[in-house]
């Protein structure tokens, strides 16, 4: 979906004003808050503030500075030209919004605004004017030429002051000398104070307001990367809390926030220009004897599968595994056992049939074992790619009981890849009904939940708050492990086949609500499949340092953004020492990622390598690539140098007591074993959960302490017609088990839609 320039304006020499055709983000768009752009396809997601909307045109006004590439191709841009990807609103509207109007006009309101910072500013002003309150703005800027909406903010306040550094035009001095002349030598008072601007203005306004005791909110949209709560960039210490500018703000209250923790963020991702990303290169192939990449001469052994070499792959992004051929595939599915009573079945959370597949492959009838493999799942050649087959139906697979089991991922990978390259494709089930059915979130459970449903005649769309579909599939695994054109989106393109629409850049609770869903655009079921995207850190000292990134930040840059391709407009932040904090399949993708960007990495796990919750197949692949493994160690604090950088990390050996309620062995400090360990950048992957943004803006939508939905043995949520499924219900859990969950909710959905209409 492409979005129009309606209207372009030049204000300065480097800023301009650009009225953007966006009927949706116009029609949700409240005060205070921002909306995320991306120009092309190769673009940087660049975070705008508001600065107007006009919910009855549908057009949503910004106004950008030229400060880096991305902002200057923004302004080449012309009317009636198109912007790829604009999404919002992002952030929570201006906290006054939902104040009494009468306790409002009693309050002596002062806006300042500092530069650009006028904008966002801008709107706030209007609303208030809109409601019948008067309040006083000061404008700020180094001189005359950078002074912006003067004009516009004058129609709206009380009264507008214009300060300039050098004295130019209006008040000589800065916005903090402007408003204490304001309150010693005019009379002035004021009870509130909102300023938004340069972090810096911000910083040293909220130290004279303090002074004078005045409440101040401040928006930190500026530290603003991803806007939707995926990434945790945005983290910043209010108080004795750590925050997250995009999920909890951007407006917090200025005379709490750490500013000088706040700038150092704001530096972490401003220097796309000149960055070094390391040149893909072909690789050859190997066997490999530990992935049981050996000669095939007995039965009892699975048939090898070629992979890359390890060090030509630790220098590339491409895919790792290489997979099975026609003749291997055929060769592997001999070694079925073709069980009566077949077990792997029933360790497939989508059950597909087994035995039925593999029999077609083993009789060369590849086209037919894929027709096999459809009735259960829409995404074989992902689920063949990173499923855990070994706790799954291969670990339940007969002949893995004396052997090695049957690699039932790798012919699942096969058959996908084959129906792909040859162009098979699968249709509709039954007619269309004209039911709508919206299904939010683009990752493996509303995927699956939406092919199914669309085979039984539904009109299906799906709402994706990112600028591509694919959720966790798109934005998290890498490439090297599943490459994302040729697998991700040709199976999505299978569902789209389906009938299956996708609106990208919607942001569910944000842009349009669950209730507006269902009252305003006509869909009279709903499935929620909005993963689990808010990441989770230690809270150790240090840990806010510049150089300290969740997982999720550093994964979505490269994988959803295209950091690592320098055709790509993406900053990456890349240290040249880097721990990733954690030992599950997100930290192996970080670290071997890392080890790709240039980066020595190493993991730092708390427990042994026994308990390392990651596939045996990523723990090994890591290891051929050259990561280090430190196990049974804990990071205690991360070491700051003066400029907010990561000088290193003290850790603390453990050892292993009695299992705790997971079952592992807890780890226990042993004293006096800290020690320092030399890194410049450290990754936490500590696990994720659900952002609250659906649950806290849908009525009654039961949510449990960990702010997942909570869902009864159908997947039907406590608001009728809203179902859930995968992350968002149970945390961060496998693609395959995602999938599972939104089969049952398509089957659930299906018969309380028809129960429904039948009693019409």
């Not at 401003?270 to 072909?282: C, S, V, W, Y």
């Not at 929620?528 to 989770?536: E, R």
């Not at 979505?556 to 295209?562: E, S, Y």
């Amino acid at each position: 979906m492409s979005f129009r320039i309606v209207k372009k304006e030049r204000l300065t020499d480097k800023i301009f004003a650009m009225e953007i055709e966006a009927p949706r983000v116009a029609k949700a768009a409240n005060p205070g808050q921002f909306i995320i752009i991306k120009i092309d396809e190769k673009g940087e997601r660049v975070p705008l503030t508001i600065a107007d909307y006009d919910k009855e045109k549908g057009t949503v006004k910004i106004v950008l500075q030229t400060v880096g590439a991305s902002t200057i191709k923004l302004a080449e841009i012309e009317e009636n030209d198109f912007v790829n990807d604009f999404v919002g609103p992002l952030g929570n509207p201006s906290e006054f919004i939902y104040e009494d109007i009468e306790d409002l006009k009693k309050e002596n309101i002062i806006f300042v605004a500092g530069g650009v910072g006028a904008a966002p500013v801008y709107p706030q002003v209007k609303w208030l004017k809109e409601h019948g309150i008067d309040c006083d703005v000061i404008i700020g800027a180094r001189s005359k030429d950078l002074i912006i909406l003067e004009d516009e903010m004058k129609k709206m306040a009380r009264d507008v002051y214009v300060s300039t550094d050098d004295g130019s035009y209006g008040f000589n001095g800065r916005v903090t000398d402007c408003l204490k002349d304001l309150i010693d030598n005019k009379g002035k008072k004021y009870t509130r104070a909102i300023v938004i601007g340069p972090m810096i203005m911000m910083k040293f306004m909220c130290m004279l307001t303090k002074e004078l005791n005045i409440p101040t909110t401040v928006s930190l949209n500026t530290i603003m990367v991803d806007g939707t709560g995926m990434c945790g960039a945005c983290r910043v210490t209010v108080g004795d809390e750590v925050k997250f500018a995009c999920c909890d703000g951007p407006e917090f209250d200025g005379h709490l926030v750490d500013f000088d923790e706040a700038m150092r963020r704001q530096t972490m991702f401003k220097t796309p220009e000149g960055r070094a990303i390391l040149k893909m290169e072909e690789g050859d192939t190997h066997s490999n004897g530990s992935c049981g990449c050996q000669e095939d001469k007995k039965k009892s052994i699975r048939v090898p599968v070629r992979e890359q070499d390890p060090k030509e792959r630790a220098k590339n992004f491409e895919e790792v595994c290489l997979g099975y051929n026609r003749e291997e595939a055929m060769r592997e599915a001999e070694r079925c056992l073709n069980c009566k009573n077949p077990r792997c079945v029933q360790g497939c959370p989508v059950k597909i049939n087994i035995p039925a597949f593999i029999s077609k492959v083993k009789d060369g009838d590849i086209e037919g074992a894929a027709k096999v493999i459809s009735i259960s799942s829409s995404l074989p050649s992902v689920c063949g790619r990173v499923c855990p087959q070994e706790s799954q139906c291969e670990g339940k697979c007969v002949v893995g009981i004396k052997n090695d089991p049957l690699a039932i991922g790798k012919l699942e990978r096969f058959v996908g890849d084959w129906a792909r390259e040859n162009g098979v494709s699968f249709g509709v089930e039954e007619e269309a009904n004209g039911i709508k059915v919206a299904v939010v979130g683009s990752g493996p459970s509303g995927l699956a939940c939406a092919g199914d449903l669309a085979k039984k005649g539904y009109d299906v769309t799906i709402f994706e708050a990112f600028h591509e579909a694919g959720g966790v599939l798109t934005y998290g695994i890498p490439e090297f492990r599943l490459p994302k054109q040729k697998v991700v989106q040709s199976e999505i393109n299978n569902i789209k086949k389906l009938g299956v629409k996708i609106e990208t850049n919607v942001v569910i609770g944000r842009t349009i609500t669950i209730d507006e869903l269902i009252e305003n655009e006509g869909f009279e079921a709903i499935f929620i499949g909005s993963g689990a995207g808010l990441p989770t850190f230690m809270g150790i000292p240090g840990e806010n340092a510049n150089g300290v990134l969740s997982a999720n930040e550093y994964l979505t840059r490269v994988n959803l953004m295209k950091a690592y391709d320098d055709s790509y407009d993406t900053p990456i932040n890349i240290g040249k020492k880097a721990a990733i904090v954690g030992g599950g399949n997100v930290a192996m993708e970080a670290a071997r990622t890392a080890l790709r960007l240039g980066s020595e990495a190493s993991i730092v796990y708390r427990r042994s390598e026994k308990e390392l919750p990651a596939r045996v197949e990523e723990v090994h692949h890591a290891k051929e690539e050259g990561i280090v493994f430190h196990t049974l160690t804990n990071p205690k604090e991360i070491l700051v140098n003066e400029d907010g950088s990561i000088r290193g990390m003290i850790c603390v050996k453990m050892e292993l007591g009695e299992p705790d309620e997971s079952g592992r062995r807890r780890p226990i400090e042993i004293p006096g074993s800290e020690f320092e360990m030399e890194v410049d950048t450290v990754i936490m992957a500590l696990g994720t959960r659900p952002n609250p943004l659906i649950s806290s803006t849908t009525k009654g939508l039961d949510v449990n302490r960990k702010k997942c939905i909570v869902v009864n043995e159908d997947e039907q949520t406590s608001k009728e017609g809203v179902y859930a499924g995968g992350d968002a219900v149970t945390g961060a859990a496998t693609v395959i088990s995602a999938m599972g969950a939104g089969k049952t909710a398509a089957a659930s959905i299906d018969k309380y839609l028809r129960e429904k209409h039948a009693n019409k």
